[in-house]
């Protein structure tokens, strides 16, 4: 074998191949570039933070702190904030549909969908405010999870609503789907 091939396969079985699951990476081995959902709506003050290893081409205004809008890709790491006047409408990979209301904290801490596993799974930290959403396909072929001021919940394919208030208490409800 061509030692300059065989170099470049030493390589990257010691540096790991990036994955090639939508959404999906390996925290040891790649970064959290690929896109995991997209803002479909958004109102008011809303901001996405991105962690360290995504870097977003972006113009923003004078002092560098940019509104989050329609289009913009979120990505798995992500920090979601809304204001009081705010509210936010996101679209995942899976087809989960995830509505933010006013003055709302999330962070996306998890996301693995590979359209034909069955190993998926989505961890979102909510922190205060309300989220409503349909659970899309992680929640049928995986497993799907909101973490709470006072516990995780587990989603199976439904449409949740979560409430935290100021205080950290919960107000969790299932929504009617009607077929």
């Known amino acids: 074998m061509n030692p300059r091939v065989l170099g470049l396969?030493?390589?990257?079985?010691?540096?790991?191949?990036?994955?090639l699951g939508l959404g999906q990476s390996n925290p040891v081995t790649a970064l959290n570039t690929s896109p995991i959902?997209?803002?479909?709506?958004?109102?008011?003050?809303?901001?996405?933070e991105h962690p360290p290893?995504?870097?977003?081409q972006a113009n923003l205004p004078p002092g560098g702190v940019g509104q989050?809008?329609?289009?913009?890709?979120?990505?798995r790491?992500?920090?979601?904030?809304?204001?009081?006047?705010?509210?936010?409408?996101?679209?995942f990979a899976d087809g989960t549909a995830f509505n933010v209301s006013k003055n709302a904290r999330m962070e996306v801490n998890e996301f693995v969908y590979d359209p034909n596993g069955h190993s998926n799974s989505v961890l979102f930290k909510l922190t205060i405010g309300t989220f409503t959403f349909i659970?899309?396909?992680?929640?049928?072929?995986?497993?799907?999870?909101?973490?709470?001021?006072?516990?995780?919940?587990g989603i199976r394919g439904t449409a949740p609503r979560v409430e935290i208030l100021e205080d950290g208490s919960v107000k969790f409800s299932t929504l009617v789907e009607e077929k």
């Open 135 to 153: 659970a899309g396909n992680i929640a049928k072929t995986g497993d799907m999870k909101a973490d709470t001021p006072v516990g995780v919940v």
């Open 9 to 19: 396969l030493f390589a990257a079985v010691c540096m790991g191949a990036p994955s």
């Open 77 to 91: 790491g992500d920090m979601i904030e809304t204001g009081p006047d705010g509210g936010l409408g996101i679209t």
């Open 37 to 48: 959902g997209k803002i479909v709506t958004a109102i008011g003050f809303v901001r996405v």
């Open 68 to 75: 989050a809008k329609i289009g913009d890709l979120i990505f």
């Open 53 to 56: 290893d995504v870097v977003v």
